[in-house]
């Protein structure tokens, strides 16, 4: 009998300041992000996902589209403008890198809507959406050798929405008057507005609505206070504070 290889890939996809408000119906939502795997053709055969909702609260439970692709002659797909509506130039820039697609129907996939984040997973026999197989995705993957590491490929993947907006603000905003300076130590920040304990966790990579900080949470400490650390430029008063990865996959991947 034949021993079949199986890899759990973690992503965790940096997303654009601007979607502390929301996105159009059919906008990319995350740039392409290189995922480096072992050569081989392989199967992806379960994909499970979490969506953080909207304003520490429920939202976000709607379809998304993910794209897979390789390089061509060592050149990554082109950069994509996030925020922003996908249209026929832009998927012309990556016509021949394409090598996958999966359509995520929300309804048939969510085990969990109804808290502040969502979680999904496709690819299980429970899911009977037709662009599942028997217990996965019939969805082949193989990449371009990587560069300068013996034995890998690399593949691609970014995520549109489907036919409704996404929205990761969280309505958490910093909410002192002399604002925040920079720090590499940890500091306790005040906050306003959603409680910070519904949104963040430790470990967590925050940005600010500008685009002009980012920091790591270290602890959430009540419903107005949250300690930081590594900040990397003064957090204005009013700043809308966001997390930098809100959503993450794990691809389940066979060879």
């Known amino acids: 009998m034949i021993s079949k290889n199986k890899i759990l890939k973690t992503v965790k996809p940096d997303i654009s300041h601007l979607f502390a408000a929301a996105s159009g119906g059919s906008d990319i939502l ?87 984040y969502n979680t999904y997973q496709a690819g299980g026999k429970a899911d009977s959406a037709d662009y599942v197989g028997d217990g996965g995705f019939t969805i082949f993957l193989q990449g371009e050798p990587h560069v300068t590491r013996t034995g890998f490929q690399t593949i691609y993947v970014m995520a549109t929405a489907h036919g409704a907006v996404q929205d990761y603000g969280t309505d958490v905003f910093l909410d002192m008057a002399g604002n925040q300076a920079a720090s590499t130590a940890a500091v306790q920040i005040t906050t306003s507005d959603t409680d910070p304990r519904t949104v963040f966790q430790p470990g967590d990579a925050v940005i600010g609505h500008t685009g002009t900080v980012e920091m790591e949470v270290v602890s959430v400490d009540s419903a107005t206070t949250m300690t930081v650390k590594n900040v990397t430029a003064q957090i204005d008063d009013d700043e809308h504070l966001i997390l930098k990865n809100p959503i993450e996959l794990r691809l389940g991947l066979e060879y």
Do not use: M, Q
Request: proline share 3%; charged share 15%; net charge negative.
């Open 30 to 116: 995350f740039n392409w992000v290189p995922i480096e795997i072992p050569l081989g053709c392989v199967e992806l055969r379960s994909l499970f996902y979490t969506l953080i909702g909207i304003d520490g609260g429920t939202g976000n439970n709607t379809d998304i589209e993910l794209y897979f692709a390789t390089g061509i002659n060592g050149v990554a797909p082109a950069d994509l403008t996030v925020h922003a509506a996908s249209s026929a130039t832009i998927a012309a820039t990556f016509r021949r890198n394409l090598i996958g697609h999966a359509f995520i129907d929300a309804s048939e996939t969510v085990l969990n809507g109804d808290t502040t």
